[in-house]
């Protein structure tokens, strides 16, 4: 089974110039401490859109307000992305070359976000920052950038093996399925992914 970097280098050299990248500038966030809640605004970049899409969530905090954010405002176009699960969050702040005055508040954090798709995969993203919050945003962002170009990969491979058997070149299909095996086990399930796995018997 490939690694998680092996499996995003073969999404990348699939997509090529069609792999798309997500991206914050600035968000708002409000948190009720006492019941728990907090909601989230802020504007979605979607390299080769023109246009930014407008965020808006609710959860238990920053990271869970944000995801079911993006997840909503993306899921009718990346439906895959309805079946991710977290599996770990974890912060951890780098001391060791803290300087020995001062409060040693602004040391660089690491945050690491476990996600797994609906095969039960689990695929690690993590982003350092001097910012808890903003290498949260970070993290959320790239775990459902994996998946949506996931999605774009697979459908693109697959829309490959229709053109090669149409064409009659069963080398061709041969070669692009075995990519198409590798590149399901990156992505997550929706129906579209089902119908690919089904074509792999």
Excluded: C
């Amino acid at each position: 089974m490939r690694t998680q970097a092996e499996l995003h280098a073969l999404t990348r050299e699939v997509l090529g110039a069609d792999y798309v990248e997500l991206q914050v500038a600035r968000y708002t966030l409000t948190e009720d401490l006492a019941s728990g809640r907090a909601s989230i605004a802020t504007q979605l970049t979607l390299t080769g859109s023109s246009a930014a899409r407008a965020i808006e969530g609710e959860g238990v905090g920053l990271v869970d307000a944000l995801f079911k954010g993006i997840q909503r405002a993306l899921v009718a176009d990346y439906p895959s992305i309805a079946n991710l699960f977290f599996d770990d969050f974890h912060v951890a702040g780098d001391f060791r070359g803290a300087k020995k005055d001062g409060a040693r508040t602004d040391v660089p954090g690491t945050v690491r976000l476990g996600v797994e798709n609906a095969s039960g995969r689990s695929f690690s993203f993590e982003h350092t920052s001097p910012s808890v919050s903003a290498s949260s945003v970070q993290a959320v962002l790239r775990a459902v950038e994996h998946f949506v170009n996931a999605e774009l990969a697979v459908l693109k491979v697959y829309s490959w093996i229709e053109d090669a058997r149409r064409r009659s070149r069963p080398d061709l299909a041969d070669k692009y399925t075995q990519r198409l095996a590798d590149l399901v086990q990156n992505a997550s399930s929706s129906e579209t992914i089902e119908r690919t796995k089904k074509a792999l018997g």
